[in-house]
């Protein structure tokens, strides 16, 4: 099991850019949630996933949206980015509604941008 | 407010007990959770508590939860240099719906040889 997969890794861009970063769940798991982390800061909660619908979102613009394939994969698109769009992205997954209670994180893609 | 409150920073003996705490804001809360975070990396979970237990103990790992005052503990016990790393609370409330989970800024631990 692979587990939560991310890509990419790291990735620069300029003010105004457009992002796609996308995220692999863990086998089984069906919803994907999505976390952006400063530097210095902790996760904040961007929004979630389920049955290729947003399910919940955080406090973050319209910019930030989303998308939710068959397979449960997801893509995270930042529109007109912005130089405190820099941090740590991360994807994390889980299958509560199948009775499990853990959500596991991914590595994270690292979005700089100048 | 939403601030899942921890100590910045901790420093202790290889050998010695480590505990980083942790203050949470909602009290409907049913999941607590501690997470490492290696530099670099993202977000390993280390164990949870649901929330009408006071304590769980996992191998290396105590988790005390003082629902009272909102208080949330992680002790490890013989810490080691490999356990170097930030620590990361994050509750759960029940109405914000599941997995939507609130963290805290995290504690960077070093442990000195």
């Known amino acids: 099991d692979a587990g939560v997969t991310q890509s990419p890794t790291h990735l620069i861009k300029t003010r105004g850019q457009q992002v796609t970063l996308r995220c692999s769940p863990k086998s089984g798991h069906d919803t994907v949630s999505w976390y952006q982390q400063a530097l210095g800061q902790g996760p904040q909660f961007i929004f979630q996933y389920y049955e290729e619908e947003e399910r919940q979102r955080g406090n973050f613009p319209d910019r930030f949206s989303g998308h939710q394939f068959p397979n449960y994969s997801s893509e995270l698109n930042v529109n007109a980015l912005l130089l405190g769009d820099s941090a740590l992205y991360l994807c994390?997954?889980?299958?509560?509604?199948?009775?499990?209670?853990?959500?596991?994180f991914g590595p994270g893609t690292r979005l700089t941008v100048l | 407010g939403e601030d899942v409150e921890q100590s910045l920073f901790l420093s202790v003996r290889e050998g010695d007990s480590s505990v980083i705490n942790c203050t949470y804001t909602?009290?409907?809360?049913?999941?607590l959770y501690w997470y490492k975070q290696e530099p670099g990396a993202g977000l390993q979970l280390l164990t949870y508590?649901?929330?009408?237990?006071d304590m769980k103990q996992d191998q290396r790992l105590t988790v005390l939860l003082n629902k009272k005052d909102k208080h949330l503990s992680l002790r490890i016990a013989d810490t080691q240099t490999g356990d170097s790393a930030i620590y990361f609370c994050a509750e759960e409330p029940l109405e914000t719906g599941t997995y939507k989970y609130i963290f805290g800024t995290g504690t960077r631990l070093k442990v000195l040889a």
């Open positions: 508590i649901f929330s009408n237990m």
């Open positions: 994390a997954s889980s299958a509560r509604d199948r009775g499990q209670d853990e959500q596991f």
């Open positions: 909602d009290s409907s809360s049913t999941y």
